[in-house]
């Protein structure tokens, strides 16, 4: 029996491993929401990348921590950092979450759940294979620099840890 690569299981990049790259659509909030690829390798070259995935929208959690990437946006990009949500959800689910709710962050969509697999971030939830709650920082050279797996997707990632990682590098 053959594998397919959609199926393949990869491995959680640890801290000083280079991040494995993925080219997922996006949209970003500049007036109006515009899709195009997100590549995490090219972003890398402006600068860090903090990198959240998340089980999903509309759900309460994923909510209050997308809400404080917004609202404390300014102080990652005072530390020149770039972000990018990642969740299974498509592209048009995300866009209605983010006006609903304000959020000016940019999200991806790995919606056939190919990083997912990749990462090896998956969480079995009740209405199918999402994302654990995780977060890392990417540097300029592609490099894992911090790397949170949180025990449950109802806690939150630590922002104060984040921000001092950033302050790091």
């Not at 109006?32 to 995490?40: D, E, G, I, V």
């Not at 090219?42 to 917004?70: I, L």
């Not at 609903?100 to 971030?121: I, M």
Request: glycine fraction near 8%; include cysteine.
């Amino acid at each position: 029996m053959t594998q397919t690569a959609s199926s393949t299981v990869g491995r959680t990049p640890r801290v000083g491993e280079k991040a494995p790259n993925f080219e997922l659509p996006m949209g970003r909030q500049e007036g109006t929401y515009k899709a195009r690829l997100f590549n995490l390798h090219e972003a890398c070259k402006s600068g860090p990348v903090v990198v959240a995935f998340f089980p999903g929208t509309f759900t309460k959690t994923c909510a209050k921590e997308m809400a404080c990437f917004t609202s404390d946006w300014n102080r990652y990009a005072s530390l020149g950092a770039q972000f990018i949500g990642v969740s299974v959800d498509s592209v048009p689910n995300q866009k209605a979450w983010a006006e609903k709710h304000g959020y000016t962050v940019p999200f991806a969509s790995d919606l056939r759940g190919r990083v997912l697999r990749e990462w090896d971030l998956v969480w079995e939830s009740w209405w199918g294979p999402v994302y654990k709650r995780a977060t890392f920082i990417i540097d300029r050279g592609g490099v894992v620099r911090y790397a949170s797996v949180l025990a449950s997707v109802d806690l939150e990632p630590d922002y104060t840890e984040i921000q001092a990682a950033l302050r790091g590098l």
